[in-house]
């Protein structure tokens, strides 16, 4: 290259290529030991002892490579001539000269280790980094290095193995949390040591294992994770670590993604194209078609592009993301050992908790150790395997707590009074003894005043305090962004002078931050949590709400184009500036985003949060926002069976509603107030409300809104009985529904249709129309609708006689019931078909629970007809006495919400039960009670029914003509219907009643 560039160009050259790497290289305090024409030595770990010294090492010749080429076109203007280096590393003891006053030039290291590193260098293909052996152990896992096998060097007489490195570790292991400063040395955990590599061993053998690490604060959770972490260097082990964070509870899955990125080396600058094709590769790698998964976990990543999904409901996605994170984990265990390690636990969001727990389900055979940390006041629910054990850190002995003190102040000849308080107050809390030690080192305690802070909040504060105030004022600032954070957030929240940089070196040098390079800038971690909550505590409000709103505003810039990946942040700061209506704004977005992965109480967590900050907005916002959040936080609690809470929560906000000046709202409001009221079995307010909801939409061309409240009109019908018209109501809002696209409401709407037509008796069209709800529950991928379709449909085949099949597809329906009210639902549903095909002893719990389930839950109607069902069950076993107990409150409570066809349903069995008793007369009194309340509700098959007992009643008076009316009359009804298997029942109950069936004139 020289002679093409000429000598001249080529000196400036190497000038603009020194100042770049030096710069790195004492970045990550190296010394430069040697210049060498084009080339240079550097040194790192010495003089200055560096505990990292082999991945600064690394780490600055990444920072050479990439300062390369970000200048390259700086450094040569000939496009086609291109600037690369070769680098080799070595490690091992140097012989170092006398430091001259030149500190930079006169040090020199000689021997075989520097030997080797240039022989190294020379090795390397342009552009390439190489790791010696002993190099490449220091930094495995955290550098990601392939190996080249034997190479020859010149000079040496063996082949010696040598690595070529490919980047930094996808893994972030607490190492890196805790920093590259020095760190204590590490005492009094040789037992739990070996604990872990006891489970880590059965583990290998493939019993899996489940690990809990409990301590207070600062006692070494976290340290003794990365003491085992490095422990297994060089191990055919992977390592892959979550954190929680203390925001993160209404952020779900965070740290289950964040061992997905790990995994998958995904870094933050990965473009979602890049990010596509890491996970497809993760699953690649361990034998998985990725198929279809990659999207769900694409999608939980908050990559766009989800096309398909967007049709799927959020429980279908949820569950099949559950499944997918499982088998990367379960697969990849198969080929090689994997920890799993979730720190932090106190803070983990209920999404991650349900994943963690069922993933624990699945490990008793696999190769894993996973291992999770928390404070005390936690508990998992995964702790009560056989496989679990628990490892609750002890505070460290006085001997232990004495090494810690002594690491960090100068060794006394004897112990001194000053070590024995600082013991003392520290209680053999590691994070405390360093806190306390540092303090003294830094001269703010002295052993003559021994004026030792009472609590470690006090000493933090105190080394705050001792801070320069620019650094002081950074520190604060920092601590508003969180543990973490990268560069440009600070840079662009701070208000101080001086240089950033500068400032920040202070406080890594005094072990408040670490740095860690991230793949397009440096993230600062404060090395410990407390230390952001003091920084933080002792910011002014003023101060504080600035620098919230500074944050807020610098992530919207940065994340311009991807605020969905910082909802939470947003909302956080926002919050804490006291600027509600953006804080409101992002925490029903974050609601919304835990809603969509069928997250429920992280939502109601956001959407709550959000409804405290609408209060702060004036009118009319407040009362706008406070309503549209009500609705979200309503659905939720619907689906949760919560019709109650539900209600109060709308009805409270009713007069915001009269207020309001968006019929659209107001609409959308009525016709979901109405709904609840309908499933309380409160009709008159179910009709005023969908009415009012309906005009209000009306006024606007909301049809969507138009379509449910017409679906609250149809079930409404359902429950009085009046069915035709039911049926009617309901086929208008279909058509209004099926317009607009609204799939999930027309699914259930179709529901209620197809009840309508069965309890009439269509079983062929009700079926048909169930069947709908079927198709577009597996369009939408909804296990709701599914599950609808199933027991809905087992009932309607229940009421045919078409037993087996009934209990079946009742059974599937609660099996793949997703959420609390449907799976009541279900209960009840295969408690009645098991009631039908005679299995009253599975009947009778199931419908007991189901009616329990529905009381607790406010859902009348139902309640009311599994409590009938619970005393038919209870006739059958004749247990008479209950039976009309049951019987007697489940009328009474239909009547109550005017759910006639149950009355009917609870009128026939008090006349069986007297038939039983013996009482004829009284039999058929209630019997014919229950006649007209079906002939009222047009319930077909329920009239014929009702009919073969009145002709049963009637042969059995020796009234033959009134029993071959009755029994003619419910043949002719089960056969127009085309229930083939009642008809067969008429016919035989003729036989043995000895009726000859008058056949139906043609
Ligand atoms: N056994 C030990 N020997 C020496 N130093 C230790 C030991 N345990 C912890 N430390 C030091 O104490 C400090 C706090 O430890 P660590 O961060 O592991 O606490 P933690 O239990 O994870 O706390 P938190 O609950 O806040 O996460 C660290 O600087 C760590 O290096
Ligand atoms: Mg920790």
Not at 26 to 36: A, D, K, S, V, W
Not at 190 to 207: P, T, Y
Request: hydrophobic content about 45%; proline content about 4%; glycine content about 10%.
């Amino acid at each position: 290259m020289a002679e093409r560039l000429g000598p001249e160009v080529m000196h400036s050259l190497l000038d603009a290529f020194f100042r770049l790497a030096l710069d790195e290289v004492h970045r990550y305090e190296g010394t430069i030991n040697q210049f060498l024409g084009d080339g240079f030595m550097a040194l790192f770990g010495a003089p200055i002892a560096h505990e990292n010294h082999a991945r600064a090492a690394v780490l600055a010749a990444l920072g050479v490579q990439r300062a390369l080429a970000a200048h390259q076109a700086e450094l040569v203007s000939d496009p086609a001539l291109e600037v690369a280096t070769r680098i080799g590393i070595n490690s091992g003891a140097v012989v170092v000269g006398r430091i001259g006053d030149d500190l930079r030039m006169d040090y020199t290291a000689i021997g075989d280790t520097t030997n080797l590193a240039a022989r190294l260098q020379q090795f390397a293909e342009p552009g390439t980094i190489l790791l010696s052996e002993p190099a490449s152990r220091l930094v495995r896992g955290h550098v990601r290095q392939e190996p080249l096998g034997l190479i020859s060097l010149k000079g040496k007489n063996e082949p010696i193995p040598a690595y070529r490195v490919l980047g930094v570790g996808p893994r972030r292991s607490p190492l890196e949390m805790l920093g590259e400063g020095p760190l204590s040395p590490f005492v009094g955990r040789e037992r739990e040591l070996s604990i872990l590599h006891g489970l880590l061993d059965n583990a290998a053998r493939g019993e899996g294992q489940i690990v809990a690490i409990i301590a207070e604060p600062g006692v070494g959770k976290s340290r003794l994770l990365l003491e085992f972490c490095e422990s297994l260097l060089g191990r055919p082990v992977t390592y892959l670590e979550g954190r929680c964070v203390s925001y993160g509870s209404a952020n779900p899955l965070l740290p289950v993604l964040e061992i997905v990125r790990n995994n998958c080396g995904i870094t933050d600058t990965d473009t979602p194209e890049e990010i596509a094709g890491k996970v497809r590769f993760g699953f690649e790698e361990v034998g998985l078609d990725p198929g279809e998964r990659v999207g769900y976990l694409l999608h939980a990543l908050g990559v766009k592009e989800t096309g398909e999904l967007e049709k799927l409901a959020p429980e279908a996605i949820k569950a099949r993301t559950f499944e997918a994170l499982r088998l990367l984990g379960l697969q990849g265990s198969q080929r090689r050992l994997i920890v799993f390690v979730v720190e932090d636990c106190h803070w983990i969001d209920k999404s991650s908790e349900e994943y963690f727990n069922m993933f624990a389900e699945s490990l008793a055979e696999a190769k894993i150790l996973f291992i999770a940390t928390y404070r005390p006041g936690y508990r998992p629910p995964w702790m009560d395997k056989s496989y679990a054990t628990q490892i609750a850190l002890h505070r460290l002995s006085s001997q232990d707590s004495l090494s810690i003190v002594r690491s960090i102040l100068p060794i006394p000849a004897a112990p001194t009074r000053l070590e024995g308080t600082i013991l003392e107050r520290a209680e053999g809390n590691p994070f405390f003894l360093e806190e306390l030690s540092r303090a003294v080192s830094e001269r703010l305690v002295s052993e003559a005043t021994l004026g030792i802070p009472g609590t470690i909040q006090d000493v933090i504060m105190a080394r705050i305090d001792l801070l320069p105030d620019e650094t002081k004022r950074l520190v604060q600032a920092a601590s508003v962004l969180g543990r973490e954070f990268p560069r440009s957030l600070l840079a662009a929240i701070w208000e101080g002078s001086g240089d950033l940089e500068v400032h920040l070196r202070q406080l890594i040098h005094l072990e408040f931050l670490s740095e860690r390079r991230g793949s397009s800038e440096s993230v600062y971690v404060f090395r410990h949590a407390l230390t952001q909550e003091v920084a933080y505590g002792s910011l002014l409000t003023p101060n504080l709400q600035r620098l919230h709103a500074a944050g807020g505003q610098a992530l919207e810039t940065i994340h311009a184009n991807r605020l969905g990946e910082v909802t939470d942040q947003l909302a956080y700061h926002y919050a804490r500036a006291e600027q509600a209506g953006k804080a409101a704004e992002y925490l029903l977005r974050a609601g919304n985003k835990a809603a969509a992965v069928y997250a429920l109480p992280e939502a109601v967590t956001a959407y709550r949060e959000a409804l405290g900050q609408a209060e702060k907005l004036s009118l009319p916002e407040q009362d706008y926002r406070t309503v549209e959040l009500s609705l979200r936080i309503g659905h939720v609690f619907l689906l949760q069976g919560g019709l109650q809470e539900c209600r109060e929560l709308l009805v409270g906000h009713a007069e915001r509603v009269t207020r309001l000046a968006d019929p659209g709202m107001r609409g959308a409001f009525h016709a979901f107030l109405a709904l609840v009221y309908s499933l309380e079995g409160e009709g008159a307010q179910a009709r005023a409300h969908a009415s009012q909801g309906l005009a209000e939409a009306r006024r606007c061309g909301d049809e969507i809104t138009m379509g449910r409240a017409g679906y609250v009109l149809a079930l409404e019908c359902f429950w009085v009985g009046e069915l035709v018209e039911s049926v009617e109501q309901g086929r208008e809002a279909a058509v209004l529904l099926e317009r607009t696209g609204e799939q999930w409401w027309l699914g259930l709407m179709c529901w209620v249709l197809g009840m309508a037509l069965g309890v009439l008796g269509q079983i062929r069209d009700g079926l048909e129309t169930l069947g709908r709800v079927h198709a577009i529950g597996t369009a939408m991928g909804d296990p709701r609708l599914l599950s609808i379709g199933d027991w809905a449909s087992g009932l309607l085949l229940a009421f045919a006689g078409e037993h087996e099949e009934a209990v079946l597809r009742c059974v599937r329906g609660l099996e793949r019931s997703p959420d609390p009210l449907n799976s009541a639902f279900a209960l009840g549903v295969l408690g009645q078909a098991q009631l039908e095909t005679g299995n009253v002893s599975e009947a009778l719990p199931r419908l007991e629970e189901a009616a329990g389930l529905m009381g607790l839950f406010g859902f009348r109607a139902m309640q009311a007809w599994f409590t009938i069902g619970a005393g038919e069950a209870c006739l059958a076993q004749a247990d008479l006495e209950r039976a009309q107990n049951l019987l007697g409150q489940g009328l009474h409570l239909a009547r109550e919400v005017r759910f006639w066809p149950a009355v009917g349903y609870a009128q026939r069995a008090l006349g069986l039960l007297a038939r039983r008793t013996g009482d004829l007369v009284a039999a058929e009194n209630r019997i014919r009670e229950a006649l007209e309340t079906f002939a009222s509700t047009r319930g077909g098959l329920d009239t014929g029914r009702t009919l073969m007992i009145l002709a049963e009643l009637a042969a059995a008076g020796g009234n033959a003509a009134t029993a071959t009316q009755h029994l003619t009359e419910a043949h002719r009804l089960f056969r127009e219907r085309g229930a083939d298997r009642l008809t067969e029942r008429a016919r035989r109950t003729a036989t043995t009643l000895g009726i000859r069936l008058q056949e139906p004139k043609t």
